[in-house]
């Protein structure tokens, strides 16, 4: 079970240790399911592609703002994209091996090393470092001038994005058990939006205050492991509707107007959520493809040609829904019914973090350090 390999014990590590030689010894994960031939129903063609460098990590994402798409690799290095061509607009290499990223607003882009160091960088020039206490597998979130950060121990902290003076910390109730995967952190209006444990927490950004939180997933089982239920990202936001994903529990929808969980319905998958205000879309942890009604959250349509593929976050593009598989596909779906109308390769490798929009152009990125832009003929 490889999802357990994103559990992270930070009081005793022995067990942590015990649950992964447990999932080592387990049932191994079935082959994946072999592709059907597709006839292309759409107009989809790549129109750049570049190699940046070996090594993205699981835990690192791109992100698009302006015209502009930010990449970071693991082995330290930063780029800023015009999405448009694929032409390196600023570069910056570090020494530093970084485990989550990127955090983007169109001119900082910001990363969180393995040293446990908050970096920012703009136009080719590392602005800064700050240290933080603790390890972060969540992607810094870069707005409104500041960079925000939710660390593994539940402490969220904000920096000056010009030059990285702290400017608050808030510490909340931590559990035991936590992920060593991408939490839940966005801005959403003037708000941000925080996954702790089980709960969605609407927070102010001028000093971390929770405003208002809403439980979005119930702890099973009777041990640690099957008890954890953490948001993960991405979320779908959809006006005032946030729609996020617990993991391996369930996914749901909340009202930021109203203050009120909408709906929540069962799904153990691990990874984030898009949607539009017809439909939210998800991919499991076998590989279906499901869209469920944004409003009540009733299940729409199923798909299950893509089994055991290792999806990636769906992307609702047009009348498409976009994702990618662990052999380095791209795929089309119908969003009125989950059919596959368009499949593309890229370079063989598994495609990483969720695919992102950038001004009309679809770009992905690889384990091979390849990024892809697509946009509709």
């Known amino acids: 079970m490889p999802l357990m390999q994103t559990m992270l014990k930070r009081l005793s590590p022995w067990l942590a240790a015990a649950a992964l030689l447990g999932c080592a010894a387990g049932s191994p994960t079935p082959d994946p399911t072999p592709l059907k031939n597709v006839t292309p129903l759409v107009s989809v063609v790549q129109v750049w592609g570049t190699q940046l460098s070996a090594g993205i990590g699981e835990t690192l994402r791109l992100r698009g703002a302006g015209g502009s798409v930010a990449v970071v690799s693991s082995n330290g290095h930063m780029r800023v994209l015009n999405a448009a061509n694929g032409q390196v607009q600023w570069a910056v290499d570090t020494p530093d091996e970084v485990v989550s990223g990127a955090g983007f607003d169109g001119q900082v882009l910001a990363a969180v090393t393995a040293r446990n ?151 153990d998958g691990v990874t984030g959520l898009s949607g539009d205000a017809q439909a939210v879309y998800g991919t499991d942890g076998v590989g279906r493809v499901k869209a469920w009604n944004t409003a009540k959250g009733a299940e729409l349509w199923s798909n299950n040609d893509l089994l055991y593929r290792n999806l990636t976050t769906p992307l609702a593009l047009g009348k498409t ?10 795929h089309w779906l119908s969003r009125d019914n989950g059919k596959v109308m368009a499949r593309l390769p890229t370079d063989g490798s598994a495609i990483v973090g969720s695919p992102v929009l950038v001004g009309g152009t679809l770009i992905a990125m690889t384990a091979k350090g390849g990024v892809f832009a697509w946009r509709p003929e």
């Open 117 to 267: 160091q908050l970096i920012a960088a703009a136009n080719g020039q590392l602005l800064w470092r700050a240290q933080l206490p603790a390890r972060s597998y969540t992607q810094p979130l870069v707005a409104g001038g500041r960079v925000f950060v939710l660390l593994a121990d539940q402490r969220l902290s904000a920096f000056d994005a010009r030059n990285g003076a702290p400017l608050w910390t808030q510490r909340y109730s931590g559990e035991p058990l936590v992920l060593a995967h991408p939490g839940l952190l966005a801005a959403a209006g003037n708000a941000l939006v925080v996954g702790l444990g089980e709960r969605l927490v609407i927070m102010n950004p001028d000093n971390g205050q929770g405003l208002w939180d809403v439980p979005m997933a119930q702890s099973r089982g009777v041990d640690e492991v099957e008890r954890l239920v953490d948001l993960v990202s991405d979320p779908a936001l959809i006006g005032s509707v946030v729609c996020v994903r617990a993991f391996q529990a369930s996914v749901g929808c909340v009202d930021m107007q109203t203050r009120a969980r909408m709906w929540t319905a069962s799904s």
């Open 321 to 330: 829904l976009v994702v990618g598989d662990g052999q380095g596909f791209m």
